[in-house]
């Protein structure tokens, strides 16, 4: 079972609301949040992948795509 890390919603925009409309705002969700608890044999990453990556499991993996200039 596949889920994204990043989801989205409609937020309520008010008839008086002053500041200019947001059609769809975006959030990021921990990958741990969707592993219940440690499996047994989680593939891992090589130790100095790892160390770049910042993390063991490549599950467990969620790069942050940083904004556009």
């Given at each position: 079972?596949?889920?994204?890390?990043?989801?989205?919603?409609?937020?309520?925009?008010?008839?008086?609301?002053?500041?200019?409309?947001?059609?769809?705002?975006?959030?990021?969700?921990?990958?741990?949040?969707?592993?219940?608890?440690?499996?047994?044999?989680?593939?891992?990453?090589?130790?100095?992948?790892?160390?770049?990556?910042?993390?063991?499991?490549?599950?467990?993996?969620?790069?942050?795509?940083?904004?556009k200039c």
């Amino acid at each position: 079972m596949y889920t994204s890390n990043f989801k989205a919603y409609v937020p309520f925009r008010g008839p008086f609301d002053p500041c200019p409309p947001i059609p769809v705002k975006f959030y990021n969700t921990p990958p741990n949040l969707y592993l219940g608890f440690q499996p047994m044999n989680l593939p891992q990453f090589p130790p100095m992948l790892a160390l770049r990556h910042g993390v063991l499991w490549p599950c467990l993996m969620s790069p942050y795509p940083g904004q556009k200039c």
